[in-house]
């Protein structure tokens, strides 16, 4: 066997099939960040000095430095919590925390475009929190919500790639795998940016329907 | 229990604060080559010339649509195979421009659109100057519309930055890199590092309010 394998049909395919970690590991910190995103964002808009003033820092210090360096704290961080050093585990947690911290932030501002007036006749109407939340004010917020939603979720597809970096085998350290094995870049990393533009692409064209459709309807 | 050891963290302070320093050049230089690439494309895209605004349009597609850390993979090791051979800080230095002028170009067409044609037709009636209307009615509104898209890119730009240590590009994240395999203690170098990264973006987010502050302070109404 030769030592440089050319780069064909089956090589692609390997490359191919890697994309279903990246999709994982989105679905994933999508989920999770959507869960710690609507808490953030509660928080954020709460009543209490405490929670408001946490999920603020929690959010600065997120969105004030690397997606790289969060996932390097929490792979070696692992470690000093004497957890086994685990790649797809850290990646799992690190691109969680970040998702709640910018999810957290868009959504507050969603929350906080619903008119105030809607909030005080929920709460004239005699509903209390958790109601006047769920039946009132998220649902309004919602619909503004989505289509920043989708542009998010494009920006953590792409940021899963970084995974890559700490060694958890997607996309990206797949084609790396590759290339090393080929030696032909061009072909390689080529096929992985089409890979990942197929993925991104469409989102971010329903992102800008939803948001022009949006905004249409807004000036009605 | 684990014992946290900054102290070889703190006597290769030195390398870290040279990364820093090639951080900020790097993101500055590629601040304004960016946008000098992102006028241009932005002229491109209101030109009306068809085939020129579908490449532009093609250009920021790729680029928004794709990782940086694979653009920049394309860029170190797939421009040699085409015979151009870059070193890490300039390959660096190149993907992050292409990067940025892709965001840049919506942004400042945005400021540009924003410009509403009776506001240069009224300047006209008042008897301003060519440059005059170019400079107080178009460039400076413009500016001031876009200024905050611009830098909070910007500061995306720098974190975005710390990509560039997976070609070995001398930047704050690989001098991080180099010292933890000098040291060991990887949390410690990291948790350094990240916050010297939240310095240098809340820096320049200050930074950046001062100067909105004394640029545009002039009213929009009386």
Sequence with gaps: MPLIRPFGLPEFWIILMAAQWTIALSAIAFAGGGLGGLLTALARVSDSRWLRGLSTGFIRLFQGTPLLMQLFLVFFGMNILGLAINPWVAAAVALTLHASAFLGEIWRGCIEAVPSGQREAATALGLRYVNRMRYVVLPQASRIAVAPTVGFLVQLIKGTSLAAIIGFTELTRQGQIINNATFSPFAVFGSVAVIYFMLCWPLSVLARRMEFRFSRSAVR | ?222
């Design chain 2, 1 to 222: 229990m684990y014992q946290f050891n900054f102290a070889p963290v703190f006597a290769g302070f030195d390398q870290l604060a040279m990364g820093a320093w090639l951080t900020i050049q790097l993101s500055v230089a590629a601040m304004v080559i960016g946008l000098i690439v992102s006028i241009l494309c932005a002229a491109g895209k209101t030109s009306g010339i068809t085939p020129l605004r579908f490449v532009i349009d093609v250009y920021i597609e790729v680029i928004r649509n794709t990782p940086f850390l694979v653009q920049i993979f394309f860029i170190f090791f797939g421009l040699p195979s085409l015979g151009l051979r870059l070193t890490p800080n300039s390959a660096a230095l190149l993907a992050l421009v292409i990067n940025f002028g892709a965001y840049g170009t919506e942004i400042i067409r945005a400021g540009i659109e924003s410009i509403q044609k009776g506001q240069v037709e009224a300047g006209t009636a008042l008897g301003l100057s060519k440059l005059q209307i170019f400079r107080y009615i178009v460039v400076k509104p413009a500016l001031r519309t876009v200024y905050p898209a611009l830098t909070s890119q910007f500061i995306y730009l720098m974190l975005t930055s710390s990509v560039v240590s997976a070609i070995s590009a001398d930047d704050l994240a690989a001098a991080g890199n180099n010292l933890q395999s000098q040291t060991f203690a990887s949390f410690e170098v990291y948790i350094v590092i990240t916050l010297m990264y939240l310095v240098m973006s809340t820096g320049f987010s200050a930074i950046f309010a001062v100067i909105e502050k004394a640029a545009f302070k002039y009213p929009l109404s009386r």
